[in-house]
């Protein structure tokens, strides 16, 4: 019996005493995880119970909530748009219930017929889809931009009616002229010829003209007053403008002392120019040199002819290698004039803008900003909304106080402009310094 207590004792003690020896290691542990519903979704939550094995904790995490789209969902937008429209999608959808994702995106309309556009919109932090239908439609009439006004043709000499006027459409790059009426090019007299311009949609414009045959062409006789920069500067002064000019190979040898003495802070020099070849303007070295030594900031420009997308990068490129890693204070800007035979060119209005843009694009990839350049007329019936608001835009418009509507960031409001240290005219400009150049 002594024998059978002791050994209960015994084993009593060892249970009792457990603690001394040493755990199994990897031993497992009891885990618990509570799913907790937030705004957001589901979550988790996990909590450990300790033993004296060693803890291993399981981590168990539910799916996120599903997001339906919204029922309700608003998308509205015209039926049909105009060909060769650049719309981004912030354009076309005009009133709506969710964020897209990407607004900027351009809506396809470079072919007529219908068209569908994949909108990727934000709900809940969610994206979805939704398809919009639309058809491409060319309503427009081709645009005139040159009448032909006071046509003159020299006496026995081949006549060409398209030497005399320019015109555009939206969309088609080779709208077809017709005239009716009779000229006799060999004897001096005044024809009258009805003009039609005719796109491939069917769309056309009709006007009169009379085109003068003479013996010899008149020359137009220069009857603008020319201003002395002191007057343009007490004209415009206030605290929200500065005032400079712009030059070229025009304006000869410059004395950027004198020119920043006169009163004037910024010159915007021609880097070169483009017509069957790309040519440096012979003095653009010497005036970025010397306008920098003078303390005036600097921008550039580059009158050009450029006609495709490919183009006119090859030409951005070349624009940098003449700046050599120049800084520059103001834009490289665009200038585009030739619009008084613009079909000679062949391209449509479309594809003029598309020029602008890929010139843009280029400018900023080579570090530098880009800049419009052109005239109150053809801002307004050539130049696109989208390109105007993508980029500053230097207006030239000859008045004493511009009405052009729209936003610009400096204004050229003479080409007769007489300042110290130039001999013969300048253009003279104003920078508006609460509006930004980039």
Request: glycine share 6%; net charge negative.
């Amino acid at each position: 019996m002594k024998y059978f207590f002791y050994c209960a004792v015994a084993l009593s003690a060892f249970l009792l005493t457990g603690c001394m020896f040493k755990p199994i290691e990897n031993s497992s542990t009891d885990s618990q995880t509570e799913a907790v519903t937030t705004a957001s979704g589901t979550t988790s939550v996990t909590t450990t119970t300790l033993t004296t094995a060693t803890t291993v904790t399981t981590t168990v995490t539910t799916a996120p909530k599903q997001i339906d789209p919204p029922e309700d969902l608003k998308m509205i937008y015209p039926d049909t748009v105009e060909a060769g429209a650049q719309l981004t999608l912030d354009d076309f959808i005009t009133d709506r219930n969710v964020a897209l994702k990407d607004g900027s995106a351009m809506l396809d309309t470079a072919t007529l017929g219908y068209h569908e556009a994949e909108v990727t919109y934000l709900y809940h932090r969610a994206e979805f889809t939704q398809t919009l239908s639309y058809q491409v439609i060319d309503t427009t009439e081709p645009h005139i931009i040159n009448p032909g006004v006071n046509s003159y043709h020299k006496v026995e000499t081949e006549f060409d009616l398209k030497e005399y006027i320019g015109y555009a459409d939206n969309f088609d790059s080779n709208p077809q002229l017709t005239y009716e009426g009779e000229i006799d090019p060999e004897t001096v007299g005044a024809y009258p010829l009805t003009v039609t311009v005719t796109d491939s949609s069917g769309n056309y414009t009709t006007w009169d003209l009379t085109v003068n045959v003479v013996e010899e062409v008149p020359k137009s006789a220069d009857t603008n007053p020319r201003v002395n920069y002191s007057d343009f500067i007490a004209r415009y002064d206030s605290s929200d403008v500065r005032f400079g000019i712009d030059v070229s190979a025009w304006q000869g040898d410059v004395d950027y002392k004198a020119v920043r003495e006169a009163g004037c802070t910024f010159v915007i020099i021609r880097v070169g120019y483009f017509y069957s070849k790309v040519k440096p303007d012979d003095f653009f070295q010497q005036n970025l040199k010397n306008a920098k030594a003078a303390g005036l900031d600097v921008g550039v420009y580059f009158y050009t002819t450029d006609r495709s997308e490919e183009e006119v990068r090859e030409h951005v490129r070349w624009i940098t290698e003449q700046l050599d890693g120049e800084k520059l204070d103001l834009p490289i800007v665009f200038d585009w004039e030739e619009f008084s035979h613009f079909q000679e060119f062949g391209m449509s209005i479309r594809d003029l803008n598309d020029v602008y843009a890929a010139f843009a694009d280029e400018v900023r990839k080579q570090g530098y900003q880009p800049m419009l350049y052109s005239s109150k007329n053809f801002l307004n019936s050539i130049w696109s909304e989208y390109t105007k608001r993508s980029s500053p835009v230097w207006l030239a418009h000859y008045v004493d106080e511009t009405n052009y509507e729209g936003e610009y960031a400096i204004w050229q409001a003479s080409a007769y402009g007489r300042i110290p240290g130039i001999d013969g005219d300048v253009d003279m400009d104003i920078q508006y310094l609460q509006k930004k150049l980039d």
